[in-house]
């Protein structure tokens, strides 16, 4: 069994590196890849434990991209099967946390017009220089202002929360471009969250994706029914798109979702899908 889609402290996740290696190989995990947002620190403290432990470990980023007349951005995966990023990709992933801070600037200002006292200097404490919702979901928890984190998204900054700002990440073209040079493949991550609902308009916006540049689609995530994984991988097979899965553990953040297994157990990835990718 194999977990693709993680998440560690680095970006929105609540367990460290190696915390999250440890509970790999505790679970008995073949494989792990960390997809840290914006960031290549996680699984570069990884490493050596993965190592020096036995477990085979995957560099992946998770990137936030925009699409010319769409409203809101969608999340891209970008995985490095063969070896780790070049420099010149990690200089243009970091010229990217700008667009984050920016977004957090406005999502503060949203907040305080709703009657939310919040600081952006309180949410950087929590989420330092990668500051991400999770992190605004924490402080608003401590403050009282939200019961959990399901709540603080719920009732604030989800996506169709009243508070929801979006961040203006780098062009899907440019996104896919950069990754390729560097020698990475291009997954659209859970495809389940577009929000389309027609199925042929689903189909004929990841056409889009592909012709576009990206190169794979997860098909198996913690978000998917067995009819949701039935349909993307028809429409990895008819655009001849790779296959990727996992969980997108978050640790605490997102306490319904088990690495490896998913939400309530329905994951189960195989190790030949990683050789596949590699292949």
């Not at 699409?67 to 995985?79: D, K, N, T, V």
């Not at 709540?151 to 390729?180: K, L, M, Q, T, W």
Request: net charge negative; charged share 25%; aromatic share 6%.
């Amino acid at each position: 069994m194999i977990d693709l889609h993680t998440h560690t402290n680095e970006s929105d996740g609540t367990c460290t590196p190696l915390e999250l290696v440890d509970r790999a190989r505790a679970i008995g995990l073949e494989a792990l890849g960390i997809s840290d947002h914006d960031t290549f620190a996680g699984y570069d403290q990884a490493v050596e434990p993965a190592r020096a432990s036995g477990l085979d470990l995957v560099c992946g980023i998770e990137l936030s991209v925009r699409l010319i007349g769409r409203h809101r951005s969608i999340h891209m995966l970008a995985y490095f099967l063969r070896q780790p990023p070049p420099l010149d990709f990690r200089d243009w992933v970091n010229g990217l946390i700008e667009t984050r801070r920016d977004r957090n600037r406005r999502l503060v200002a949203k907040l305080q017009s709703m009657g939310v006292p919040i600081e952006l200097a309180e949410v950087e404490r929590i989420g330092r220089t990668l500051t991400g919702r999770p992190h605004f979901a924490r402080l608003l928890i401590q403050k009282g202002y939200a019961a959990d984190y399901d709540d603080a998204f719920r009732r604030y900054f989800g996506e169709s929360g009243p508070a929801f700002v979006e961040r203006h990440g780098p062009a899907i073209d440019e996104a896919c471009a950069r990754v390729s040079q560097a020698g990475g493949l291009t997954v659209l991550a859970h495809p389940i969250r577009l929000g389309i609902l027609d199925v042929a308009a689903e189909d004929a916006f990841i056409q889009d994706l592909r012709d576009g540049g990206l190169r794979g689609i997860e098909v198996y995530h913690s978000d998917h029914g067995p009819a949701d994984v039935a349909r993307y991988s028809a429409i990895a097979k008819k655009y001849d798109l790779a296959i990727t899965g996992g969980s997108d553990f978050h640790g605490d953040a997102k306490p319904g979702v088990s690495l490896g297994t998913g939400r309530n157990g329905n994951l189960s990835i195989p190790r030949s899908l990683l050789d596949a990718l590699r292949a």
